[in-house]
């Protein structure tokens, strides 16, 4: 089930109990083994990173694929540090720039680039260099704006096992489509960040809170956010000090790119970046145990871009 049919069976069965407040059925993401599809994810290796970008997503078939015309895409790159895009800290804005010129090359009609940050937002936006890489674009449908910590709603998880309730970003929410940008790296407590972590950018509340049971957590709210298209950026990984990082000699050059669908799958083939495997990361398994996507390499077709 994609994303789009999803909303529209959770608009159809939620129970609404004030703005934002709904209740999700389980049975929304309950599939049998069957009605399945083999998990997919597409890879593509270089040096320019808007060209393996661009060559990763269109192996998938194309951002077409994702994003119609006339529709408001939400993109969520990880850009939450004060940091240099060398580092390795934050998304890289060569990819980010790619995936929103493709969104307006399928007619969307607005693409809303955004993440609730860590350091200043003023200060990770444009130091990460993706402010500058979107706005040069130079097209009025490509915005950057910082999240407004009144747009977050409680929402109800059903199917949760510890995040039972928690406080979502409404424009995600209400987005036509979701397209997140994580990069690949270490991570002081998870262990590993990549495409389900990336989404503690799509929340509000004390992180504080998010951080006892972390792995049961991160599954948990992967339960109500579903990007429509994952781009794991591994151009450069920080291998040690993140998530912040701070000093090059953390930082390995991959010069590769990843994207799909499927988050479990993505995030179970970059594990291997870091010489791992998918079970030695706890939120990998409890997402797919969650039925939130495959940790399986053997069953993970990966596409060359």
């Known amino acids: 089930m994609d994303r789009r049919e999803f909303l529209k069976q959770l608009a159809a069965f939620s129970a609404v109990a004030g703005a934002g407040r709904m209740v999700m059925p389980q049975e929304l993401w309950a599939m049998s083994p069957q009605e399945k599809p083999q998990a997919v994810l597409a890879k593509a ?8 970008t661009g060559e990763a997503i269109q192996a998938l078939g194309g951002m077409k ?4 015309p006339g529709e408001v895409v939400v993109v ?16 890289h804005p060569d990819v980010v720039r790619q995936v929103v010129e493709l ?18 937002a003023r200060k990770a936006y444009k130091n990460s260099g993706i402010q500058d890489a979107v706005q040069g674009l130079k097209d009025p449908r490509a915005v950057v704006e910082f999240v407004d910590p009144r747009g977050f709603v409680e929402m109800k998880v059903a199917g949760a096992k510890a995040l039972r309730k928690w406080y979502f970003y ?3 929410l209400e987005a036509d489509r979701f397209i997140n940008i994580p990069i690949a790296k270490q991570h002081a407590e998870s262990r590993l960040t990549m495409c389900l972590k990336n989404m503690m950018g799509a929340i509000g509340g004390w992180r504080g809170r998010i951080h006892v049971g972390l792995h049961q957590n991160i599954a948990d709210m992967n339960l109500i956010l579903r990007p429509d298209l994952h781009v794991l950026d591994a ?5 040690a000090n993140g998530p912040s990082g701070g000093s090059m000699k953390d930082v390995r050059v991959k010069n ?3 994207a799909g669908p499927d988050p479990v799958a993505l995030d179970a083939y970059g594990t291997t970046l870091f010489e791992l495997k998918p079970d030695d990361i706890g939120y990998i398994a409890k997402a797919f145990d ?15 871009g």
């Open 45 to 52: 290796q270089g040096t320019n990173y808007a060209q393996i």
């Open 65 to 68: 694929k994702f994003v119609n």
């Open 76 to 91: 969520k790159p990880n850009m939450a540090w004060d940091r240099a895009p060398e580092l390795a800290a934050n998304a």
């Open 103 to 120: 969104c307006l090359q399928a007619g969307a009609k607005k693409v809303k680039v955004l993440d609730h940050t860590c350091h200043d």
């Open 170 to 172: 409404k424009e995600i």
């Open 235 to 239: 151009t450069r990984i920080l291998v």
């Open 256 to 258: 590769l790119v990843f």
């Open 290 to 304: 969650a039925g939130r996507g495959e940790m399986d390499l053997q069953k993970i077709k990966v596409l060359s």
